[in-house]
């Protein structure tokens, strides 16, 4: 099974979360600015977070599946509990800014974005399992020196939030931060993947300037 079945499935469930959560954003009753401030604002800044967070996540996912050859049961199932633990944003989101974020709300918040990085793991070392080391994926991946720092700085800001809530929104917007710009290293090898094949069909394609090949 190629990957373009699963890679289109999850980019489905990514835009429905991404709608589900903007609906959490009520227009106040009142016209005051100060209205619009006090209750329509810390839910829009948990939505924009979560926004970028799950922006990321598809644009890595896509760039991860780009180089994956086939997908097998294992895969399947790392790529469900990785879209579990992102279908919880919504919720998340909505409890963190409607209770401005609170204590518990952002340290729950949190331990869902170190439980959604772990999935992404799995996911990505599944891939790298069925493939093997010497695949496109594990080339590109290197060290994957983000991919370990981000879940250490989730684990470091959950505790926080009971001691400084927005110590812990700062690490969350950090991470996010890190990943904001798209995965060089995967962007380099599928453009040299597919500058491999364009050349493969050139090779392929007949010299239609000599005429019909007999």
């Known amino acids: 099974m190629n990957s373009s079945r699963l890679e289109a499935f999850s980019d489905?469930?990514?835009?429905?979360?991404?709608?589900i959560m903007v609906f959490e954003l009520n227009v106040p009753d009142s016209p005051a600015f100060s209205q619009l401030r006090r209750h329509v604002l810390p839910i829009f800044l948990a939505y924009a977070l979560s926004f970028v967070v799950l922006g990321i996540y598809w644009n890595n996912?896509?760039?991860?599946?780009?180089?994956?050859?086939?997908?097998?049961?294992?895969?399947?199932?790392?790529?469900?509990?990785?879209?579990?633990w992102l279908s919880l944003f919504p919720f998340c989101t909505a409890w963190m800014g409607k209770n401005h974020f609170a204590t518990v709300p952002t340290a729950v918040y949190g331990c869902v974005m170190l439980l959604a990085a772990f999935a992404y793991y799995i996911l990505q070392s599944a891939i790298v399992a069925d493939q093997g080391q010497?695949?496109?994926?594990?080339?590109?991946?290197?060290?994957?020196l983000k991919g370990k720092?981000?879940?250490?700085?989730?684990?470091?800001?959950?505790p926080l939030a009971f001691a400084?809530?927005?110590?812990?929104?700062?690490?969350?917007?950090?991470?996010?931060?890190?990943?904001?710009?798209?995965?060089?290293?995967l962007e380099a090898r599928f453009a040299r993947s597919d500058q491999a094949l364009g050349e493969e069909t050139d090779e392929d394609e007949p010299d239609t300037r000599r005429g019909s090949p007999r």
Request: avoid cysteine; charge should be positive.
């Open 134 to 144: 010497g695949s496109e994926l594990k080339a590109a991946l290197g060290n994957d």
């Open 12 to 19: 489905g469930v990514i835009a429905i979360l991404i709608t």
């Open 61 to 84: 996912h896509h760039h991860m599946l780009h180089l994956t050859k086939r997908i097998n049961g294992g895969i399947l199932w790392a790529n469900l509990d990785l879209l579990f």
């Open 164 to 185: 400084d809530r927005w110590l812990a929104v700062s690490g969350y917007v950090v991470v996010a931060l890190m990943w904001l710009v798209p995965d060089r290293r």
């Open 149 to 158: 720092l981000s879940p250490a700085i989730y684990a470091v800001s959950i």
